[in-house]
Every structure is written in structure tokens, then in C-alpha cells.
């Protein structure tokens, strides 16, 4: 299962074969095959699959294929190579901040003299200067010009040095690639104690959950016989990721329950727990009435 979330967020496609079955026909067997050596096309009457090396072709029944965003519902897309652009922008951005701190102080400049330096004179110049004011753990010191050398500063403006900033962007970018919220990546700078629980509900909504609903929607599809459809599911237990809303979906349950909305195993069912002998009845409070009812006080 790791390997296949792996390859689908990487590549956009993931591929288990099913490699054997019993006498039954049930699967027994699953095996994992590298995206890239895959390859399918869209028959007449299915889709078919075969792996680099063989020339079988193998229906889509045999084969769980995990797909991320799709434009034609065959192949899902890499969200690596839609986004290079992105990503060789933020390596860009990093290469040249590693470079900004290994050669040099907060600001450069121009050394200035009327006269011409001579060759000795110019090498020993650069030769101070590399070992003696070049590089971060120099910032700061005085220089010691002789020989009529003006120095004039240029310095970089604040917007362009706001590293900090820029690899935050970069982090908030990457992140949204996948829809992940800031604070699961590190970046705290959108976040409070207040709002760190609401994100994590967003997580599973917005993130996590359309990836469950393709690993289960393909495993009903692929692992079960036509027969056993209405009766087994997949179903992948996010309860643990929702442990903190827990007070919101009791209330919300009551509330349901009391107004005849919904009743006990439509409840256990939500939580994907098995329904009891009467748990089908609807039930509402009647301790309520009309205000304009007149035979109140009889």
C-alpha cells in the first residue's frame, strides 16, 4: 500500500497486478509493477495492460491501477513533471541563497582608484580580501585599503534578500501541489493554537480523503467477485485522524437522532459498525407543542 500511494503521488499512476487466484476465482496475489513499465490501451470492449518484456495483454480486471488527476480517465498525470516549472524555480531559489551566504557579506561593492593597479598589487588585494573578508563568519570586519582605494557599497535591496520568505513560498508551493496544509510541512507562519485543529480536519477532507475514496472505489472493484459486490466493501478506517472531532459528530448524531432524522444503525453505520435488531426505528421527542395549542391546561 506504501508503494503504491508512492507511485501515484509521484508519477500519477500506481499498478498491482493480480497475479493468481484460487480455484474460486478469488485473488490470492498482488504484485507491484513500476509505472514505468507499464503501458495500456483502450480496446473495443476494455482496457488492457502489458509490462515491459511481455507481450500478454492483461484485462483491466487483473490489474488495480491507482490513478491521481486524469484528463482522459486512462492515465493519471505526474504531479512532478506538471509542476517542473515549480520545483526548478525553487531550486533555483535555493542555489542562489546557498550561494549569497558562501560568497559574500549582506552587501557587495566597488573598490575605486584613479590610479592603475599593478598585477602584484591587484593579486594581493584579492588575496585579503578572499582570506580575510569573503564569506558569512566575516561579516562585519573593517576593511584596510592603502593606495588611494575608495570603496563604495552596493547594497542588495530588502526585498531581494528575504530568503526566509522565499523559502517559505517555496515550502507553501510545493505543499500546495499536493493540497497540504502549511503547518503539516513545517511553515507555522498561517497558524495559531485555534485553527491547528480545523486545518487538521481539512487535512483528511481535502487531502487525504479523494485518495481513499480511489484506493477503495478500485479494491471494491478489482478484489471482489460480481456476486460478493453488494455484500463486501474496502472501507479504510480514517477514525484515527478524526479522533479530535469527535465531540462535533456526537452532537451532530444526536441532533439527527432526536428530531427522527436518522436512527440507531443509520448512526452505527456512518461510524462503519454493524446495525442491531431494532435499531431501525425512527424516534422523535414529544415533549414540544404548538404555542397557539389551546387544550394546554386540560
Not at 37 to 48: A, H, I, R
Request: hydrophobic residues 35%; proline residues 4%; aromatic residues 10%.
Amino acid at each position: 500500500r506504501s508503494v503504491l500511494m508512492a507511485s501515484a503521488l509521484l508519477r500519477g499512476n500506481a499498478y498491482a497486478f493480480i497475479t493468481e487466484r484460487d480455484s474460486k476465482q478469488y485473488p490470492t496475489r498482488l504484485d507491484f509493477v513500476l509505472p514505468q513499465n507499464v503501458s495500456l490501451w483502450e480496446g473495443d470492449d476494455d482496457v488492457y495492460y502489458s509490462i515491459l518484456g511481455s507481450s500478454a495483454r492483461i484485462p483491466s480486471r487483473d490489474v488495480v491501477h491507482i490513478k491521481g488527476l486524469s484528463t482522459n480517465g486512462l492515465l493519471g498525470i505526474s504531479p512532478i513533471r506538471q509542476h517542473a516549472r515549480l520545483l526548478d524555480l525553487s531550486g533555483n531559489s535555493l542555489d542562489f541563497a546557498r550561494s549569497f551566504y558562501k560568497n559574500g557579506c549582506r552587501t557587495t561593492g566597488v573598490f575605486k582608484t584613479a590610479d592603475k593597479l599593478s598585477d602584484v598589487a591587484y593579486n594581493r588585494l584579492y588575496s585579503q580580501l578572499r582570506d580575510n573578508y569573503f564569506g558569512t563568519k566575516n561579516v562585519g570586519k573593517p576593511l584596510l585599503l592603502e593606495g588611494g582605494l575608495d570603496y563604495s557599497a552596493v547594497t542588495i535591496p530588502p526585498e531581494d534578500a528575504q530568503f526566509i520568505a522565499t523559502r517559505l513560498q517555496s515550502v507553501d508551493e510545493i505543499a500546495a501541489i499536493y493540497g497540504v496544509p502549511p503547518h503539516m510541512v513545517g511553515n507555522q507562519s498561517h497558524s495559531t493554537y485555534s485553527n491547528n485543529e480545523q486545518q487538521n480536519l481539512e487535512l483528511y477532507n481535502l487531502t487525504l480523503r479523494p485518495w481513499i475514496v480511489a484506493f477503495e472505489a478500485e479494491l471494491n472493484d478489482k478484489l471482489f467477485l460480481e456476486r460478493e459486490k453488494s455484500s463486501l466493501y474496502v472501507d479504510i478506517d480514517a477514525k484515527g485522524l478524526l479522533r479530535a472531532d469527535t465531540a462535533a459528530r456526537t452532537n451532530f448524531y444526536r441532533e439527527m437522532y432526536y428530531i427522527g432524522a436518522m436512527n440507531a444503525n443509520e448512526i452505527r453505520a456512518c461510524e462503519d459498525l454493524d446495525g442491531y435488531e431494532g435499531g431501525d426505528v425512527f424516534y422523535r421527542q414529544t415533549n414540544l407543542e404548538p404555542v397557539n395549542n389551546d387544550n394546554h391546561g386540560e
